[in-house]
Every structure is written in structure tokens, then in C-alpha cells.
């Protein structure tokens, strides 16, 4: 990739792509962001470039908006940003169009402007080269710092790198860099715990760590298809035919490549998922057939920490159980603790799994938390990124579209 150090953004225009989806909440008629992890995430690259001179064109998506959905406006962004960065962060009355770039053209050195929701544009999600040139005409160069949206090849993602001189922020570089090495050139030995709900969500990465990782360790809900393979009962556990088919295909080539997958040996199974709910540890791994499995046990926690502990290298997806329910929690946090000590490098990646380790007050203890949900997943699985290609050095020198540009003759990544 092209990186924020190799591209000319003195006194230019940016068009920087961030991800800045965060949930709102309403509070007497007003709306406000009720968690600012991803703007604060995006602060770094946005600081650098003020710092450079910048003149900053920011644009994001929020939700899933059906046409121009006012609930989904990105105003609540701008002020939350306003607050955190101690400017004043315009906002655009539109995405794109005659008044957005005039707007963006009396932009001064450092100041910023929020375009609209990105995703009030029906060509966003299509990739739609007319919106992409229309982006294009708003800036003069481009910075991709929204790894969470990666691996979609949307119009503000990948169709507009092709039209401008680009590069990727600060976090899409950090992000790119770190999950690429935990699966090229990892400390040894190499440890995946791996959690959450349907298997064959994640199967091609269970495959992926099964090739790669020293240890694999597998917990919460997904650990209950492969034990359903092996025979054992799930009683009202959610454990679809489809995951457990993937499971027995996986373990049947566990088995003759001599890999082993570290699954449960107890459980803690409740009647129902609820904190006032009568539960008890398993000590095996069967669910009684009126009951739930809700956490892995404590045997088991104990033993996934022990491996943890001697990691040269862990990444950790997936909580071990119902962390939300306090009786439920016991395993997420025996391993988030195992992680958060290990002398090693550890990566935490996936919404739940973050928020568990945020909640659990470890964050700080995490080499890395990832921002990515999806486009975590896809890279560690080893498939390629559209968004990530498109800032590539080769992409960026032979564009798909004419570019446009208002970047001078010679500028560092400048095309005709």
C-alpha cells in the first residue's frame, strides 16, 4: 500500500473515507453518539493531516439508510467530533453536488468538512463510477483510513481510489500491517482462540488457523458443533445441521493432517439464557437435554489461560460464552485476562470480543484491538481486500477510470 508519508497533502484538499458507523441513542429529542470508539480511532489520521495543512473532506457511511433517512444523518458525528478534536467540524448539507464542492473549495489549511451519509447515495454500495468521479471532484487527493469497510468495494472505498492520488491512513496501515503478520510471520508459538456463534460463519478461518497456529483453541457456541460431531449431546443449545456438517468436515481433516482442536471439556449449561437462571458446570461436555449451553467451564477456561499464557503470538475472536449475563461471563474473562497478560503480541478482533475486553477495563493491555468486524475475517482467512488493493502502488499508477485531479503537474502520485 501506499502509505500517508508518501502522499503530497500540504495545502490540498483530502478526501479522507473513515469509518465513523457509530450507534446513536436519543436523549429528550436529541440525538447523540452513545459509543465514540470509532471516532476516536479515526483522530490520529485526521490530527496528522491538520497538522500537515490539510484541508480535510471527511465522509463516512452510518447504518443502512433507505434513501435520505434524517435519523441517520451524520450531524450527532460532527458535533461529537467537534467536541473531541476542539475545532469546529463542518457539515455538508449533501453528499455530493455543486454546494458540497463549492464548500469544499473554500476549505482553509486544517479545517474540515462531514459530507453527509455517504450511504444516502444509492451508488455507494454499487460501486457506481459517477458517484465515485463526483467524490473525486471534491479533493485532490485520497486517504482510505476505514479498514471496517475494506473488503466492499463501495463507490467511497475503491471506485474513488482509482481517480485520485491516494493512500491509506494511519489505522488502515496499522490494521493491514498487524493481521497481515499474524498469519505471514508470527511469533512462535502461535495461538487463535476462537469463539462467538455459527460456525460456518467462520469455518474458512478455523481452516486458515488450522494450516497456520501452533494452538487452536475453540469456545462459546461455535465449540458446540464440533462436539456434536464427536458425539456428544447439545441438548437446547442452538446447533444447526449445517455447522455441524462443517464441523465434522473440519475435524475429519483435523484428523488427517495430525491436528488437534482444542474443544471444551465442560461447560456451564442453564435451563435458560438469563442471569436469574438456575445453572451448573456440566463437568464433561454434554448438555442435559432440557438445558443450555451458556459458557465453556471453568476446567476448560483454566486450560485455554495455560496455553495462552506461553504465546509468542495470540489473536482472540469470539467470546467463550454469554458475557453479557454475569453468571455467563466467567470464561470470556478468565481468557481476556490470559491475553491481556500475555508476554507476547496479542490481537483481539470482532465487535463482541472488543466490547468484552473494553468492558472487562483490559483494553489498554491489548497490543492490538482491531477495528474490523468482516474485513478481519477476510484478511486473516487470506482473501483480498478490493479496498485495500485499490491503494495499492500498482492500482494507483494504472487507474481503472480517467482520473481527475486538481493535483499540480508533478505532484508526488499526480496523473494526467
Request: glycine share 10%.
Amino acid at each position: 500500500m501506499r502509505t500517508l508519508d508518501e502522499l503530497d497533502v500540504e495545502n490540498r484538499r483530502v478526501l479522507l473515507r473513515a469509518d465513523l458507523n457509530v450507534p446513536l441513542q436519543s436523549d429528550e429529542g436529541t440525538v447523540n453518539v452513545a459509543d465514540d470508539t470509532r471516532i476516536r480511532a479515526a483522530l490520529e489520521t485526521i490530527e496528522q493531516l491538520r497538522a500537515r495543512h490539510a484541508r480535510i473532506v471527511l465522509l463516512s457511511h452510518l447504518g443502512r439508510p433507505h434513501g435520505r433517512d434524517p435519523a441517520l444523518s451524520m450531524r450527532p458525528v460532527a458535533e461529537r467530533l467537534s467536541e473531541l478534536l476542539g475545532c469546529s467540524v463542518g457539515l455538508a448539507p449533501a453528499v455530493v453536488g455543486d454546494e458540497v464542492k463549492a464548500l469544499s473549495e473554500r476549505l482553509g489549511d486544517g479545517e474540515i468538512l462531514l459530507l453527509e451519509n455517504v450511504r444516502y447515495e444509492p451508488g455507494e454500495t454499487d460501486n457506481d463510477p459517477e458517484l465515485a468521479r463526483r467524490l473525486a471532484e471534491l479533493a485532490d487527493v485520497y486517504v482510505n483510513d476505514a479498514f471496517g469497510t475494506a473488503h466492499r468495494a463501495h463507490a467511497s472505498t475503491e471506485g474513488v481510489a482509482h481517480l485520485l492520488p491516494c493512500a491509506a491512513g494511519l489505522l488502515m496501515e496499522r490494521e493491514v500491517l498487524t493481521l497481515t503478520a499474524v498469519t505471514e510471520n508470527p511469533a512462535r508459538p502461535l495461538v487463535a482462540v476462537l469463539g462467538g456463534a455459527k460456525v460456518t460463519d467462520k469455518i474458512a478461518l478455523v481452516e486458515r488457523f488450522l494450516d497456520i497456529a501452533d494452538s487452536l483453541l475453540i469456545g462459546g457456541a461455535m465449540s458446540l458443533p464440533f462436539l456434536a460431531a464427536q458425539g456428544h449431546a447439545t441438548g437446547l443449545s442452538l446447533c444447526s445441521p449445517d455447522d455441524v456438517q462443517a464441523a465434522r468436515r473440519t475435524l475429519e481433516r483435523a484428523s488427517a493432517a495430525g491436528r488437534e482442536l482444542e474443544l471444551p471439556e465442560d461447560l456451564i449449561v442453564a435451563p435458560q439464557l438469563s442471569a436469574e437462571a438456575p445453572w451448573h458446570d456440566s463437568e464433561g461436555p454434554d448438555v442435559p437435554g432440557s438445558w443450555l449451553a451458556a459458557d465453556i467451564g471453568p476446567r476448560t477456561a483454566a486450560r485455554f489461560a495455560r496455553v495462552i499464557a506461553g504465546a509468542g503470538t495470540v489473536f482472540w475472536n469470539g467470546p467463550m460464552g454469554v458475557f453479557e449475563c454475569e453468571p455467563f461471563a466467567h470464561a470470556t474473562r478468565t481468557v481476556a485476562e490470559a491475553v491481556a497478560q500475555t508476554s507476547g503480541m496479542s490481537v483481539v478482533g470482532g465487535g463482541e470480543t472488543v466490547a468484552a475486553v473494553r468492558q472487562l477495563g483490559l483494553a489498554a493491555e491489548i497490543d492490538h484491538l482491531s477495528t474490523g468486524g468482516g474485513a478481519t475475517l477476510k484478511l486473516l482467512q487470506g482473501g483480498l481486500l478490493p479496498a485495500v488493493q485499490a491503494l495499492s502502488v500498482d492500482a494507483s499508477a494504472a487507474p481503472r477510470h480517467a482520473r481527475q485531479t486538481s493535483a499540480p503537474a508533478g505532484a508526488p502520485g499526480a496523473s494526467a
